[in-house]
């Protein structure tokens, strides 16, 4: 699913800044797509966690042959030796769980994350061990969409930042965060540009 406000979001920010302009005119055609329910998203991303991308999906194979359908009951039904077998780590099998109870228990609202706002999902999800703040902005942009998230820790778009606007040195957080205000209310979408610009295939999450 593309996001609704994708085309008017890029020509304000082609209107707003000449490098987005160029950017937003190289990848034409090109946009965010959501995939994935939300369990299952952020379960693997705590998958993916300090591993190689290979490593991430050899284990995330492994783990929907073992449950083939991945679910909060799912996971909790599971002996950890179990999900350890998968070639999941203890630390990841004890966040794995921790998820599965905060989906099960419903401390975790997903039906209510329409109305909510960025930050308080981020505070939601940062209530799961080892789901930090990273972690929450990146399911916020790939999964819910959500058009203006700017994730000042990511090294990507640091870089991107370098490279387009400070002469490749890498942007003061301070410095980043004020330059981004000028990208507002669009700042999920400036960043998936600017991601762009250092790799031309779309990252899914």
Known sequence: MTPS???QAGAELALADPVLAALVERFAGTALVSRGEPFVTLARSIVGQQ???KAADTVWARLAQALPVLT????????????RACGLSVRKVEYLQDLARHFENG???VAHWA????AEIIDELTAVRGIGVWTA?????????????????????QKAVARH??????????????HGERWRPWRSVA????????DPLPVEY
């Open 5 to 7: 406000y994708w085309q």
């Open 51 to 53: 591993i190689s991308v």
């Open 72 to 83: 909060a009951s799912e996971v909790l039904a599971r002996e950890p030796a179990s999900l």
């Open 107 to 109: 401390q975790v609202h």
């Open 115 to 118: 109305s909510m706002s960025d």
């Open 137 to 157: 902005q990146m399911f916020l942009i790939f999964n819910q969409l959500r058009p203006d998230v700017f994730p000042l820790d990511d090294i990507g778009l």
């Open 165 to 178: 606007y400070c002469d490749g040195q890498r942007p003061a957080r301070g410095w980043l965060a004020a």
């Open 191 to 198: 960043t998936w540009y600017l991601w762009r610009s250092l």
